[in-house]
């Protein structure tokens, strides 16, 4: 005969079979995910930070220990120096620009016209395009002879002799220092800009229409409106916007890769461009781990901010 | 408000507008019209850019698809494409249903974590990378960035489906597992189909990434019948002393437009995932 301790104990034993397999089929779910992050993102990092104090080279697989010589040989290069210089330079100057393009681009976007669709897809495109892509017909337009801007500029009588731009018909954009680096942010605008839109686009429409109701009936204008209830609104989804735009600039290559090489001279070198011609192509790995290990310090705090401002975000 | 005031504010905006669109635009613009154009037209300074000083020609892209590797690049993008994506699918939906709903509240600190493994760029990591792949003997295989690229999809698709998942309500699992379906099976045919929007957005940005990604390409693959798109244009394509101009933009226009169209569509879902679900687009 069945006692009333017995069925407890079959309630029991069936539910912490429910609860076992219920553990089990979360861990066998997530295991995949764990091995693959831990496997070729973990290992890879820790070798990063290991490859910076050893002599590792492209053809000797033996690895060792020097310490920080590493990082006494990169910073006596100018060629370094320059590039952190310009990581920074680059970075932050296109973050400004953008910010504020963004909010401009955001707040037209958000008046509802027709053909707004293609107006949309149009800002877009940069962003979408692989860069590498993109980037190549900038080259065109930066053409040292070619160049559809100087021929513009040429027509309105600003380039060519006798004008105020000077008497040769070509700027010459990539082949001079101020303005290969005036190219490089360019492109970098052009290409996160989209990015920076879209999030703000979304933190606009996430404003509640009563509040921005209230403030026309209290009498604000469209510009105290925008910089009184707005921005305050909107700063957290604008700090994720532009902690991505940081960390996009800082550890991107391909803009001065395809369109300057780092050059003229090294001039628009930048940290993980230099860290690819000093640890691929000129075979020393661990120079090379050791200049992208810059990169770490500003990506850290860049991903601390980044929790911060989404976590006050979730929280108004 | 005055109808003068009102004209002036469109004035304004639409004025702003079509500028910022000149700009996102206009490189594509001109690769589109250089696609068409003789070299007679093309390499004279005094002609006008943004017309045909000549009638058009194919003969560019004839060039492009015959006589380069670009059908060859196209064909290793789609396969490292296609591959990453069905890897992403396995590893990322489990892994995302698993935090959305089994793991309990460290869940959510779990998927934080692999939220910011994707903002490890590869760029801190192709180094090392570069010394696996030598070492698994993958080096200049295609087969190296199948097995790398997922190191930057599965985060971010994982935390994008966990999103997904748990905006699912409970009470529909539950209800199919009181009818006798086993937690597995709810999953499959409860959840699953409720968050197709989401496997298809998880989708569309894996298969962008793989387009997209550039330095792993660069490091990895060696010889020219191996590369993808994204290098294989700019690198294999601009070599040499002799610059196919028309040819190099026409290949650079004809993926990125199509990708770009795909993409635009998915964008608010992708971006959502970026802003951590901050802003509910």
Redesign the interface.
């Known amino acids: 005969m069945e006692t009333a301790a017995d069925i407890r104990t079959r309630e029991h034993s069936r539910l912490r079979f429910a609860f076992d397999?219920?553990?089990f089929?979360?861990?066998?779910?997530?295991l995949?995910?764990?091995v693959?992050?831990v496997l070729?993102?973990g290992?890879?990092?820790f070798?990063?930070i290991a490859?910076s104090f050893t002599n590792?080279t492209?053809g000797d697989t033996t690895l060792h220990f020097i310490g920080i010589e590493n990082f006494v040989r990169i910073f006596r290069t100018p060629q370094f120096r320059r590039a952190l210089f310009n990581s920074f330079f680059f970075t932050i100057t296109a973050q400004i620009v953008i910010i504020i393009?963004a909010n401009?681009?955001a707040v037209?976007?958000e008046?509802d016209?027709r053909g707004k669709w293609l107006?949309?897809?149009?800002?877009?495109?940069?962003?979408?395009?692989?860069?590498?892509?993109?980037?190549?017909?900038?080259l065109?337009?930066f053409d040292s002879?070619?160049s559809?801007i100087?021929?513009v500029l040429v027509r309105f009588g600003l380039l060519g002799p006798g004008t105020i731009l000077g008497p040769s018909?070509h700027l010459t954009f990539l082949g001079k220092e101020g303005l290969a680096m005036a190219a490089v942010i360019v492109v970098q605008i052009?290409r996160t800009?989209?990015?920076a839109t879209?999030?703000l686009l979304?933190?606009l429409?996430?404003i509640p229409q009563d509040l921005l109701d209230q403030a026309e009936v209290d009498g604000a204008g469209f510009l105290r409106t925008h910089f009184q209830v707005r921005i305050p609104l909107i700063m957290?989804?604008m700090s994720?916007a532009l902690l991505?735009g940081v960390?996009f600039t800082f550890?991107?290559?391909?803009v001065p890769?395809?369109l300057t090489r780092g050059g003229p001279v090294y001039y628009t070198q930048v940290?993980?461009l230099w860290?690819?011609f000093k640890?691929?192509e000129g075979g020393s790995?661990g120079e090379?781990?050791a200049i992208?290990?810059f990169?770490?310090p500003v990506?850290l705090a860049?991903?601390i901010f980044?929790?911060r401002s989404?976590r006050r975000?979730?929280v108004s | 408000m005055s109808e003068w005031t009102r004209y002036l504010k469109r004035t304004v905006?639409?004025g702003?507008?079509g500028l910022?669109?000149f700009?996102?635009?206009?490189?594509?613009l001109?690769?589109l019209i250089?696609t068409f154009k003789q070299d007679a037209d093309?390499?004279r300074?005094q002609n006008?850019?943004?017309i045909y000083n000549f009638p058009p020609t194919l003969e560019n892209l004839h060039l492009l698809f015959l006589n380069t590797n670009y059908p060859v690049f196209v064909r290793n993008s789609l396969i490292v494409g296609v591959l990453v994506v069905l890897i992403t699918l396995?590893?990322?939906i489990?892994?995302a249903?698993?935090?959305a709903?089994?793991?309990g509240r460290w869940g959510e600190q779990?998927g934080?974590a692999?939220f910011?493994?994707y903002?490890?760029?590869?760029?801190?990591?192709?180094?090392?990378?570069?010394?696996?792949v030598t070492a698994v003997n993958l080096n200049d295989s295609l087969w190296s960035l199948v097995?790398?690229y997922?190191?930057i999809s599965?985060?971010f698709s994982?935390w994008l489906l966990m999103g997904f998942f748990k905006s699912i309500p409970r009470d529909l699992e539950e209800a199919a597992m009181v009818d006798g379906y086993s937690?597995?099976m709810s999953f499959i045919k409860v959840v699953m189909p409720l968050s197709l929007s989401g496997v298809v957005a998880v989708i569309v940005f894996t298969f962008?990434l793989t387009?997209?990604e550039?330095?792993y390409a660069?490091?990895f693959i060696s010889s020219s019948s191996n590369r993808t798109?994204?290098?294989g244009?700019?690198v294999e394509l601009?070599r040499g002393d002799v610059f196919f101009?028309q040819s190099?933009?026409a290949?650079?226009?004809l993926?990125?437009i199509p990708?770009?169209?795909i993409?635009?569509f998915f964008?608010?879902r992708i971006?959502?995932g970026?802003?951590?679900?901050?802003?509910?687009?």
Not at chain 1, 25 to 30: A, E, H, Q
Not at chain 1, 119 to 138: D, E
Not at chain 2, 274 to 281: D, H, L, N, Q
């Open positions: 397999s219920e553990r089929l979360s861990t066998v779910f997530l995949p995910a764990v693959y992050i070729l993102v290992i890879p990092f070798l990063a490859f590792a492209v393009l401009i681009l037209i976007l008046t016209f107006a949309r897809f149009l800002i877009i495109l940069p962003w979408a395009t692989p860069i590498s892509l993109g980037t190549i017909g900038w065109w337009i002879k070619f559809p100087d021929w018909k052009w800009l989209p990015l879209v999030i979304a933190g429409s996430s957290p989804i994720v991505f960390i550890t991107d290559m391909v890769f395809v940290l993980p860290a690819w640890g691929i790995l090379g781990a992208a290990l990169l770490f990506l860049a991903a980044i929790l989404a975000a979730e | 905006l639409f702003g507008l910022f669109c700009f996102a635009a206009a490189p594509f001109i690769m250089n093309l390499y300074p006008n850019p943004f396995v590893v990322a489990p892994a249903y698993s935090l709903r089994l793991a779990a934080i692999i910011l493994v903002l490890v760029p590869p760029t801190l990591l192709f180094i090392p990378m570069f010394r696996m097995m790398v997922p190191t599965i985060p994982t937690r597995l962008t387009l997209h550039f330095i660069l490091t798109i994204s290098v244009v700019p601009i101009w190099l933009l290949a650079a226009v993926v990125a990708v770009s169209v993409y635009v964008l608010d971006v959502a970026f802003t951590m679900g901050a802003v509910k687009g």
